[in-house]
């Protein structure tokens, strides 16, 4: 096991934070609430070359020294945030991105503490160049899966799609079903408009995909888009997902007022952006009987152990794991975002 109590010891800080935010929040059987996490976590590869994939950086020779000392550290990290976000009780559901394998997520689930909550995965090898994947893991005692599969759009063949696939995976909790869709769209590096027509695409597969299983079920099918958008609630791609038809708001996006009031998940030259969103069908928020949530339900994770002071920008970004070609041992350059749905 990674995680090792007599060998591995937590700072003062992160106990200190955990003992301050238990709150007796439960999850459970019972129509109890749950709790769902998005944490894109930063390059989670491990230190083996596989040969199908670009991976050659994070190799002990790489470019980024990554080794077996880095990579336990880094399981562990991802391990003790799961961890202080459900405030000892771990979320349900924790959706994922930047994982090179299943081993990576095998290691996290089996290879720590986190194996006494059960957890299983959902995973599939994407298509990305640089092989990094976007995953889900869930605790089989609260979620049940009923189908999953991985999205890429119309018209693209898979030789010629060289970025994340979308997940989709139908969930059973709490006697309510849930359609979630985990993105990781393709990067803005290189300015804004890199990668747009792509983003674009996606945007609009994934909002063609909910607009059917809305129509399916006659609007009433409780939907989470969620993930790494690399786009802000401003952005045209993501006003796509939330355009109103002619029938009403169908898909409304929580994270859009938490970016008006600055808040947001990546921090670019000094400047929080909201990339990291969670967009759910209307009738999550209005049904009068089951499963719902609010905005009010929607929270950035940002304990101070996820914080560092900004060496360049005043105030504090993400404690990555690299800061550039610099390793630092931080967490990951995103802050996870959380979202409690409850029982009416």
């Given at each position: 096991?990674?995680?090792?109590?007599?060998?591995y010891?937590?700072?003062?800080i992160?106990?200190?934070?955990i003992?301050?935010?238990?709150?007796g929040?439960?999850?459970?059987?019972g129509?109890q609430?749950?709790?769902m996490?998005?944490?894109?976590?930063?390059?989670?590869?491990?230190s083996?070359?596989d040969t199908?994939?670009?991976?050659?950086?994070f190799?002990p020779?790489g470019?980024?020294?990554?080794n077996?000392?880095?990579?336990?550290?880094?399981?562990n990290?991802v391990?003790?945030t799961i961890?202080a976000?459900?405030?000892?009780?771990?979320p349900?559901?924790?959706?994922?991105?930047?994982v090179?394998?299943r081993?990576?997520?095998e290691?996290?689930?089996?290879?720590?503490y986190?194996t006494?909550?059960?957890y299983?995965?959902?995973?599939e090898?994407?298509?990305?160049?640089?092989?990094?994947d976007v995953?889900?893991?869930?605790?089989?005692?609260?979620v049940e899966?009923?189908?999953?599969?991985?999205w890429?759009?119309a018209g693209?063949k898979?030789?010629d799609f060289?970025?994340r696939?979308?997940?989709?995976?139908?969930?059973?909790?709490?006697s309510?079903t849930?359609h979630?869709?985990v993105?990781?769209?393709?990067?803005?590096?290189g300015?804004?408009?890199?990668?747009?027509d792509?983003?674009?695409?996606i945007?609009?597969?994934?909002r063609?995909?909910a607009?059917?299983i809305?129509?399916?079920r006659?609007g009433?099918?409780?939907?989470i888009?969620?993930?790494?958008?690399n786009?802000?609630?401003?952005?045209?791609?993501?006003k796509?997902?939330t355009?109103s038809?002619d029938?009403?708001?169908l898909?409304?996006?929580l994270?859009e007022?938490k970016a008006?009031?600055?808040?947001?998940t990546?921090?670019?030259?000094?400047?929080w952006?909201?990339?990291?969103q969670?967009?759910v069908?209307?009738?999550?928020?209005i049904?009068?009987?089951?499963?719902y949530t609010?905005e009010?339900?929607?929270?950035?994770?940002?304990p101070?152990?996820?914080?560092?002071?900004?060496?360049?920008y005043?105030?504090?970004?993400p404690?990555s794991?690299?800061?550039?070609y610099?390793y630092q041992?931080g967490?990951?350059?995103h802050?996870?975002?959380?979202?409690?749905?409850k029982?009416?």
């Amino acid at each position: 096991m990674l995680f090792n109590v007599s060998s591995y010891r937590i700072s003062g800080i992160f106990t200190l934070i955990i003992i301050l935010t238990i709150r007796g929040y439960s999850q459970g059987k019972g129509n109890q609430p749950v709790r769902m996490m998005f944490y894109n976590v930063e390059n989670l590869f491990d230190s083996f070359h596989d040969t199908l994939k670009n991976d050659e950086d994070f190799l002990p020779g790489g470019l980024m020294r990554w080794n077996l000392t880095r990579y336990n550290k880094k399981i562990n990290s991802v391990y003790k945030t799961i961890i202080a976000a459900g405030e000892w009780n771990p979320p349900a559901m924790v959706a994922m991105c930047e994982v090179e394998n299943r081993k990576v997520l095998e290691d996290i689930v089996y290879g720590t503490y986190l194996t006494k909550y059960n957890y299983r995965i959902i995973h599939e090898e994407s298509p990305d160049q640089r092989g990094i994947d976007v995953c889900l893991i869930y605790r089989k005692d609260l979620v049940e899966v009923i189908d999953y599969r991985y999205w890429i759009p119309a018209g693209i063949k898979r030789s010629d799609f060289t970025t994340r696939s979308v997940l989709y995976a139908k969930l059973l909790i709490n006697s309510d079903t849930f359609h979630i869709i985990v993105n990781h769209w393709p990067s803005r590096r290189g300015g804004v408009l890199a990668m747009e027509d792509l983003r674009l695409r996606i945007a609009e597969m994934v909002r063609g995909k909910a607009d059917s299983i809305l129509s399916a079920r006659g609007g009433e099918a409780k939907i989470i888009i969620l993930g790494d958008f690399n786009s802000t609630p401003d952005d045209q791609e993501i006003k796509l997902l939330t355009a109103s038809p002619d029938s009403g708001t169908l898909m409304v996006n929580l994270s859009e007022k938490k970016a008006g009031k600055g808040e947001g998940t990546y921090r670019y030259m000094g400047t929080w952006e909201m990339i990291d969103q969670v967009i759910v069908s209307n009738n999550l928020l209005i049904c009068r009987k089951g499963s719902y949530t609010s905005e009010d339900n929607l929270k950035v994770f940002k304990p101070d152990f996820l914080l560092r002071k900004d060496p360049k920008y005043p105030g504090v970004s993400p404690f990555s794991t690299y800061r550039g070609y610099r390793y630092q041992g931080g967490f990951s350059d995103h802050l996870p975002v959380l979202l409690d749905v409850k029982i009416r």
